[in-house]
Nanobody, 131 residues
Framework: QVQLVESGGGLVQPGGSLRLSCAAS????????MNWVRQAPGKRLEALSG????????TYTDSVKGRFTISRDNDKNMLYLQMNSLTHEDTAVYYC????????????????????????WGQGTQVTVSS
């Protein structure tokens, strides 16, 4: 069956870094666009980044641009998110997700996003930024 398993979250001080990983199985990862999304308590689901199937197309939301880097290894069925210069506002549960269809980003995601946009997602990994 389909599995997306995130790892790498934890407690980090402001200004610190974390690298999230997502292990995918049960579907053709190498043909799939992928996303990282997050949800903080009481806040809406937020799309952070998207990457196309071969890694040649990448998009970031403005709040993480220049700080986060998405990447993938199709040989290992892995998706990554390198997060630098973390702030308190980055505290959230982070999920990797496979979007429906072949598009890895929609402009509407800047103000409207729900789980119906995705075929699969993982259980999430908690990232807490605190001193």
């Amino acid at each position: 069956q389909v599995q997306l398993v995130e790892s790498g979250g934890g407690l980090v001080q402001p200004g610190g870094s974390l690298r999230l990983s997502c292990a995918a199985s049960g579907f053709t990862f190498s043909s799939s666009p992928m996303n990282w999304v997050r949800q903080a308590p009481g806040k809406r689901l937020e799309a952070l980044s998207g990457i196309n199937s071969n890694g040649g197309g990448i998009t970031y939301t403005d709040s993480v641009k220049g700080r986060f880097t998405i990447s993938r290894d199709n040989d290992k069925n892995m998706l990554y998110l390198q997060m630098n210069s973390l702030t308190h506002e980055d505290t959230a549960v982070y999920y990797c997700a496979k979007p429906k269809g072949k598009t890895y980003w929609f402009s509407r995601w800047a103000y409207q996003l729900d789980w119906n946009e995705f075929d699969y997602w993982g259980q999430g990994t908690q990232v807490t930024v605190s001193s």
